[in-house]
T-cell receptor
Framework: KQEVTQIPAALSVPEGENLVLNCSFT??????LQWFRQDPGKGLTSLLLIQSSQREQTSGRLNASLDKSSGRSTLYIAASQPGDSATYLCAVRLTGGGNKLTFGTGTQLKVEL | DVKVTQSSRYLVKRTGEKVFLECVQDMDHENMFWYRQDPGLGLRLIYFSYDVKMKEKGDIPEGYSVSREKKERFSLILESASTNQTSMYLC??????????????FGSGTRLTVV
């Protein structure tokens, strides 16, 4: 059974810092990996989608990498802003997994002024 | 912009009521999903559907049923609401076809309180 873990569970940083969020998964036979953002009381917003054949994806200040062999993905946020404060979730879809996602436990990020 | 729309942001229902949560997507996606999210438990899959009139149980289907009569609409039904079904409910859709962007798109969620 696929297990997805995110470290740290919570993170507080001053504005302007570059930061890295980590996601690890136990089964490397993945189809793709997706990073989401969730604001309190809201739904999930997709940030980046990495296919199994890709090593990284970039969108603005966000960069996500994927290393299937080691079972890891990282989300890099450059020049963090208070508006980046949210919970970040990674989710993995397995090859042959019927399009179901397995979600990580999330990292709650707070960017302080 | 593609969207998944959940009909209600907040609902308050009484124990024993039959509750319908509606979800509509405008992306012609084949797959639709219902999750619930609870503090400390994360997102848990209730039911999903790969096609019209087709449904599959997820990890926690007890106390729920679903309906998918049209491709764009996926309904979650609480047959007899109970207080332990108080939760945030999230609907999502995705496509099986590469090139359309086969990630998940989520709705904004429905916060259900059963009293």
């Amino acid at each position: 059974k696929q297990e997805v873990t995110q470290i740290p569970a919570a993170l507080s940083v001053p504005e302007g810092e570059n930061l890295v969020l980590n996601c690890s998964f136990t089964d490397s036979a993945i189809y793709n990996l997706q990073w989401f953002r969730q604001d309190p009381g809201k739904g999930l917003t997709s940030l980046l989608l990495i296919q199994s054949s890709q090593r990284e994806q970039t969108s603005g200040r966000l960069n996500a990498s994927l290393d299937k062999s080691s079972g890891r993905s990282t989300l890099y946020i450059a020049a963090s802003q208070p508006g980046d404060s949210a919970t970040y979730l990674c989710a993995v879809r397995l090859t042959g997994g019927g399009n179901k996602l397995t979600f990580g436990t999330g990292t709650q990020l707070k960017v302080e002024l | 912009d593609v969207k998944v729309t959940q009909s209600s942001r907040y609902l308050v229902k009484r124990t024993g009521e039959k509750v319908f949560l509606e979800c509509v997507q405008d992306m012609d996606h084949e797959n639709m999903f219902w999750y619930r999210q609870d503090p400390g438990l994360g997102l848990r899959l209730i039911y999903f559907s790969y096609d019209v009139k087709m449904k599959e149980k997820g990890d926690i289907p007890e106390g729920y049923s679903v309906s998918r009569e049209k491709k764009e609409r996926f309904s979650l039904i609480l047959e007899s609401a109970s207080t332990n079904q108080t939760s945030m409910y999230l609907c999502a859709s995705s496509s099986l076809r590469r090139g359309l962007g086969d990630g998940y798109t989520f709705g904004s969620g429905t916060r259900l309180t059963v009293v």
